[in-house]
T-cell receptor, first 115, second 114 residues
């Protein structure tokens, strides 16, 4: 069965500093991987996704993520954090081979941005 | 842009009431999903539907049912609401393709059961 681990519940980063949010997955085949962001009181917005090809994926709002098969990881990065990036971030893994699309989400990482 | 709307942002109900949460998508997507979101637990799948009148149980279907009479609309029903169903409920939709594709989410309904 698929599973996703986001080991950091909270992270605080100074505005302008770099950011890395960790995500590890467990899945027997090649996974589909996603990062979503949720601002307070809002639904989830897709930041980026990896299906195949280049393992470094660019997303919206200046985010990128790198798929590392050997480490079963899909960490999210941003070189310079803005105060508006404060939100909760969810990593998700999808099953590639099944007919119906199911995602398994991690428990989320809440990002706090300090001035 | 894909738009997924949910009928209420906030809802307060009493224990034992029957509760309907409505979700509508405007992109002709085949798949629709209901999740609940709780602190420290992330998103957990309650039910999903891959076609009109078709549904599959997710990971936590107990206490819930769903209805999909039209392609664009997916309803979550709490037959007899209980306090442990107080949560944020998120609806999502996606296109079919025989592979996992992007799910688009609505803004969520925060349900409180007293």
């Amino acid at each position: 069965a698929q599973s996703v681990t986001q080991p950091d519940i909270h992270i605080t980063v100074s505005e302008g500093a770099s950011l890395e949010l960790r995500c590890n997955y467990s899945y027997g085949a090649t996974p589909y991987l996603f990062w979503y962001v949720q601002s307070p009181g809002q639904g989830l917005q897709l930041l980026l996704k990896y299906f195949s090809g280049d393992t470094l994926v660019q997303g919206i709002k200046g985010f990128e993520a790198e798929f590392k098969r050997s480490q079963s990881s899909f960490n999210l990065r941003k070189p310079s954090v803005h105060w508006s990036d404060a939100a909760e971030y969810f990593c998700a893994v999808g099953a590639k081979a099944v007919s119906f699309q199911k995602l398994v989400f991690g428990t989320g990482t809440r990002l706090l941005v300090s001035p | 842009d894909v738009k997924v709307t949910q009928s209420s942002r906030y809802l307060v109900k009493r224990t034992g009431e029957k509760v309907f949460l409505e979700c509508v998508q405007d992109m002709d997507h085949e798949n629709m999903f209901w999740y609940r979101q709780d602190p420290g637990l992330g998103l957990r799948l309650i039910y999903f539907s891959y076609d009109v009148k078709m549904k599959e149980k997710g990971d936590i279907p107990e206490g819930y049912s769903v209805s999909r009479e039209k392609k664009e609309r997916f309803s979550l029903i709490l037959e007899s609401a209980s306090t442990n169903q107080t949560s944020m409920y998120l609806c999502a939709s996606s296109n079919v393709g025989g592979r996992t594709d992007t799910q688009y989410f609505g803004p969520g309904t925060r349900l409180t059961v007293l």
